[in-house]
């Protein structure tokens, strides 16, 4: 059974930072690309970070330059790190792995909610 389970959200202050994890059990993801979305009440699911197998990174505008994804293979684990967060970015954070298509990914995990205060 693949499974892809996040951790690290939580409350944190305009300006501070957290750090996303994203452990995958049941299958390695080393040869994919694996990513993480978020998204708010109301709202659509959008499109955060991805990290190709071969460590190639693409960010959505909105979190250029304040976000990084990175991996660790060894550990099939995945991370965002958050920095200079805003209110705006206050969501339910999800990770994805194995992508099928534009924005389409075969797994997902469950979401870690991430809120911002002002």
């Known amino acids: 059974q693949v499974q892809l389970v996040e951790s690290g959200g939580g409350l944190v202050q305009a300006g501070g930072s957290l750090r996303l994890s994203c452990e995958a059990s049941g299958r390695t993801f080393s040869s994919n690309t694996m990513a993480w979305f978020r998204q708010t009440p109301g709202k659509e699911r959008e499109f955060v970070a991805a990290i190709g197998s071969g460590g190639t990174t693409n960010y959505a505008d909105s979190v250029k330059g304040r976000f990084t994804i990175s991996r660790d293979n060894a550990k099939n684990t995945v991370y965002l790190q958050m920095n200079s967060l805003k209110p705006e970015d206050t969501a339910i954070y999800y990770c994805?792995?194995?992508?099928?298509?534009?924005?389409?990914?075969?797994?997902w995990g469950q979401g870690t909610q991430v809120t911002v205060s002002s």
């Open positions: 994805a792995g194995e992508k099928r298509g534009v924005l389409r990914y075969a797994y």
